[in-house]
């Protein structure tokens, strides 16, 4: 580089340089309102602010915060404009602060910034300003009408049709928002453009009880003068076929939509358009499309300018304005799905049947995009597998009765890029029929759809079968986590199953932001919860008929207490609680109403240890576990949750009462199920598993009960666990001291495993232990899920025991954690990062010749408890001296063989002599 030009790059490098600094010298950030940045359409009424404090120095914490409020960025400046001041408050509370201003209003917009004072009183100013918008909070405030398309579509072909209208605008546009719902799905477009990147909106809850709208800036669509706004509608879950036996119009048989765009000119005057009689429809150019078959769409039928303004609608019918219901709108609060990656296909091929196959390398869940040139009429089908069968061919057969087809007829008009609208499947290869031409890298993209969790978690090791595990548990849950929990993506199912949900849900929160998506999905559950107070097996509830309801069974209702207990121990997000108490409580009533004066809740039919290894071959899903024990644990487990939740809540009252309910149970428990040598049930897994992790066995009888889990592990090398005993079993075998057990069974590579369907090219968690058996064939065809994330339960416990990254009940959210390493299995490193609500907390740890490396790194305002088991502090250094109290170690002592720590944030290395763990007999 010659002299003048290296002069101009340190130059530009110079101007550059403050504002970089700026940015990365913000002390405060992170900011959130509820559970996101800058949320537009917020139906909280009080709203709760979160904050990181970003420094990595040690010890560095927050003594004292101050929050104001103001309805515009400059008037936070101006003490008098302010809307709300908290004033200083002296405390530690970083995460989900309350607003405590004057009533918000509909529509406002309010800005906010916090200032910290950090650990040594010291104020570090202002953070940038963040932002929300209040949606529409109250039915009045909706002047739009339902519109639904005139002509009665019960059954029949179900072309999705679109609706239009033009509006005149007299000036110039300030700002411009659309709050928009169906019945069905809608997608929504104005001017010619799509509004908003959210898809298969407006999302799935309980339809008659709760709707979501969504909110949308949409003030760069607009112009002065004649515009459009043009919506199409699909059956979606609200009508379309969904649930068992190809039920349809769950919710109802009319397709509408409600949506009301508010224009704010420059001069000040707004001005409404909202959904009216002055709508006009045609049937577009979807055919059908169905959330379990795919879609059929004939490019010859697109309206080319429908939605943009001027189009001659001669020709098409007004709509009609029906009666619907305003009240039961709600905000849209969970993360909305949307487009997440795209997947470049690994090979394409001719099977042996013949077929031209594509294969993405990766069993995901969302749609093929389709790049395709030819005459017009042409037409391509595709078809969607998660696997090949023993021959090469696709195989769809565990799809049951969904078609997973997408059917693209062409226009003819020069290349044509195709992506389906109100249906979605659960694949890895597309079999492609009637391609013009030939098949080229990019004439199939598989784009990933999914709720757009941040992502939170990351976990590596020294064992790639493991890593291997790990990505397939994320893959599990980006696929199943679709605006509702589900079991599966692909076959014709995709329900909420309140128990696979239930006991993935500590993993989720490993992995991904889940706050708020499953916080959505709990008001679902209560708002279906039965008149009995039991839970149906899905939510939203699509299996129950007012005569039959469909639910009440142990460890999947228990989603009602469990789900709202992990959040609030992940995320410290007690409103959650606050919000269930109700839901768990009316759960746990049912419980014990079903339980009877004698405690023991038996009798009644469940799902049980749902395909432990014993089911398999037998025909019978169930699990050898007694449904009796499973269901008399899982209430006295809720009961727990519950009386723990009613503490917290400061109704101490109902914790005393259900603190002597407890008792009663585990009494009865211990009497019916626990025999005097520590045998709980008949000797499965399971029971010792839900016995000891539940605590439920009696003091004297834990260590032999435990002995007998090790043994029966140990005697046959392998686990017998489902959905319920799995999730659990490596943590009660280590929280019990058999480490070596958990990870013999972690590291097994034969069927019945984690690792087996690793060895047979899993890319996601299978339903079964042995969805494809040994031999190459299929387990039965009726229920053979390659992606079910229930046995990725097992991702929490490799975050806590191999990760060292554990919750403190007692400081949920992370306000303080607990890091206990413990190695074993063979493994010599790892590395886990969780994006906690204080920031990244990170370990990372080497094992070389006999001396372990452990670098931890704990966010700002957070602190942990280290425990080293086997070391000696007086042996140990932390960043290469001996340890000494002071610079952010608060304390450090021995407790028999283990070496403990108070740290404060910061980042930390120890370095010890490190003496692998022996398990006891
Ligand atoms: C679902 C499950 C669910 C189970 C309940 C299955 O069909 O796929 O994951 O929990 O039924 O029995």
């Known amino acids: ?124 100013g202002w953070s940038r300003a963040a932002n929300w918008e209040m949606g529409l909070l109250s039915p009045a405030d909706w002047s739009a009408d339902w519109i639904s398309p005139a002509v009665h579509e019960g059954g029949g072909t179900r072309a999705s049709p679109l609706l239009r209208r033009d509006f005149d605008l007299g000036g110039r546009v300030a700002r411009a928002r659309v709050y928009a719902t169906s019945h069905g799905l809608y997608e929504l477009f104005i001017n010619g453009h799509r509004v908003g990147d959210e898809l298969m909106t407006p999302g799935w809850t309980s339809y ?107 020709g098409w019918s007004p709509v009609e304005v029906i009666a619907a219901s305003k009240e039961i709108l709600v905000a849209s609060q969970g993360p909305a799905v949307r487009r997440i990656n795209e ?42 597998a998660e696997v090949l069968d023993q021959n090469g061919n696709v195989y769809t057969d565990n799809l049951r009765s969904a078609k997973s087809t997408v059917r693209y007829t062409l226009s003819g008009k020069g290349t044509e890029i195709f992506e389906p609208h109100f249906t979605y499947q659960g694949f890895r290869f597309v079999a492609v029929s009637g391609y013009p031409g030939k098949l080229a890298r990019d004439s199939i993209t598989g784009i990933t759809l999914h709720s757009d969790m941040a992502v939170t978690g990351t976990f590596t090791t020294s064992k790639p079968l493991i890593d291997r595990l790990q990505h397939n548990i994320q893959w599990g849950q980006k696929g199943n986590f679709f605006d509702v929990p589900t079991d599966c993506p692909q076959r014709d199912e ?63 209702g228990d989603a009602a207490t469990v789900i709202p207990w992990e959040l609030y121990l992940a995320y410290g997000d007690k409103r959650v609680l606050e919000d269930q108490y109700i839901s768990m409580r009316r759960w746990v009533e049912y419980e014990q109403s079903r339980a009877g004066a004698d405690e023991i809740w038996d009798g009644d039919t469940h799902f049980g240890d749902w395909l432990d290894f014993f089911s398999v071959g037998t025909g019978s899903s169930f699990g050898s576990t007694s449904t009796d024990l499973i269901a008399t644990a899982y209430f006295a487990h809720s009961t727990d949750i519950l009386r723990r939740s009613a503490l917290i809540l400061g109704k101490d009252k109902d914790a005393a009462r259900y603190g002597d309910s407890l008792a009663r149970i585990k009494a009865a428990f211990q009497r019916q199920f626990i025999a005097s040598d520590g045998t709980v049930g008949a000797g499965t897994q399971t029971a ?162 006999g001396r372990m490396d452990l670098n931890v790194v704990i966010p700002a305002n957070s602190g942990a408890m280290l425990r080293v088991p086997r070391a000696r502090v007086a042996a140990m250094t932390e960043s290469g001296r001996p340890i000494r109290v002071g610079n952010g170690i608060a304390g450090a002592r021995q407790e028999t063989e283990d070496a403990v720590f108070d740290l404060a944030a910061g980042q930390y290395s120890f370095r010890y002599a490190y003496s692998p763990a022996v398990s006891p007999p």
Not at 241 to 254: E, M, P
Not at 277 to 282: G, P
Not at 501 to 519: I, K
């Open 208 to 314: 008659n009880h709760r709707l979501q709208y969504q909110t949308y800036d949409v003030t760069n669509l607009l112009k002065a003068g004649r515009n459009a706004i043009g919506a199409v509608l699909g059956d979606g879950w609200y009508r379309g076929v969904i649930g068992f036996a190809g039920a349809h119009d769950r919710y109802g048989n009319r397709l509408a939509l409600l949506c009301q765009l508010e224009v704010t000119y420059q001069d000040g005057h707004r001005e409404i358009i909202g959904s009216d009689a002055q709508w006009q429809t045609l049937p577009g150019p979807i055919l059908s499309s169905q959330v379990y078959d795919g879609e059929s769409y004939d490019a010859r039928l697109e309206r080319a300018g429908w939605n943009a303004g001027g189009y001659d609608d001669a």
């Open 343 to 384: 997947l470049v296909p690994v090979r394409i091929f001719k099977s042996p049947s013949g077929e031209a196959v594509v294969d993405l390398g990766q069993n995901m869940v969302g749609w093929a995009r389709l790049k395709v040139k030819g005459p017009a009429g042409t037409v391509v089908t595709l078809r969607h």
């Open 688 to 849: 010792y598993v839900l016995a000891l992790d539940f605590d439920l066995v009696p003091d004297e009888l834990r260590v032999a009960a435990a002995q007998k889990l090790a043994a029966d592990v140990r005697r046959r090398g392998h686990l017998t666990t489902g959905f319920l005993g799995t999730p659990k079993l490596l943590s009660v075998l280590t929280r019990f001291g058999y480490g070596d057990e958990a990870y013999l069974l972690l590291n097994r590579e034969q069927f019945p495993s984690w690792l087996y369907p690793v060895r047979q090219g899993a890319t996601t968690i299978w339903e079964r232990w042995d969805g494809i058996k040994p031999d190459g064939t299929f387990q039965d065809k009726g229920m053979n899920s390659f992606n079910h994330y229930a046995y990725g339960a097992v991702g929490s416990w490799m975050y806590q025991t191999i990760g060292g990254i554990n919750i403190d009940p007692s400081a949920p959210g992370y306000a303080h954690f607990l890091i206990q390493v413990q190695p074993g299995g063979g493994f010599t490193h790892a590395h886990a990062e969780h994006d906690s609500p204080y920031g990244a907390i990170r370990t990372d740890w080497m094992l070389k010749d």
């Open 494 to 556: 995709r329900l909420g199953w309140t128990g696979d949900a239930q006991v993935f849900a500590p993993t989720a929160a490993f992995n991904m932001d889940v706050d708020g998506f499953f916080s959505k999905w709990l008001k679902d559950l209560a708002a279906d919860q039965l008149e009995n107070g039991s839970i149906p097996f899905v939510v939203p509830d699509v299996l129950s008929s007012s005569d039959r309801p469909a639910g009440g069974a142990a460890g999947w």
């Open 1 to 124: 580089m010659n002299y003048a030009r290296c002069i101009l790059a340190i130059l530009i490098a110079l101007t550059a340089a403050p504002s970089i600094a700026a940015k990365s010298d913000q002390p405060i950030g992170g900011l959130k309102t509820e559970y996101q940045h800058d949320p537009l359409g917020l139906d909280a009424a009080e709203p709760r602010f979160s904050w990181q404090m970003k420094s990595r120095a040690r010890g560095a914490g927050q003594s004292a915060y101050q929050i104001r409020v103001a309805t515009d960025e400059d008037a936070l400046r101006g003490a008098q404009s302010l809307i709300w001041d908290s004033g200083k408050i002296d405390s530690r509370q970083s995460i989900f602060v309350s607003y405590g201003g004057p009533r918000l209003q509909s529509r406002a917009r309010y800005f906010w910034q916090v200032r910290v004072w950090d650990e040594r009183g010291l104020d570090l």
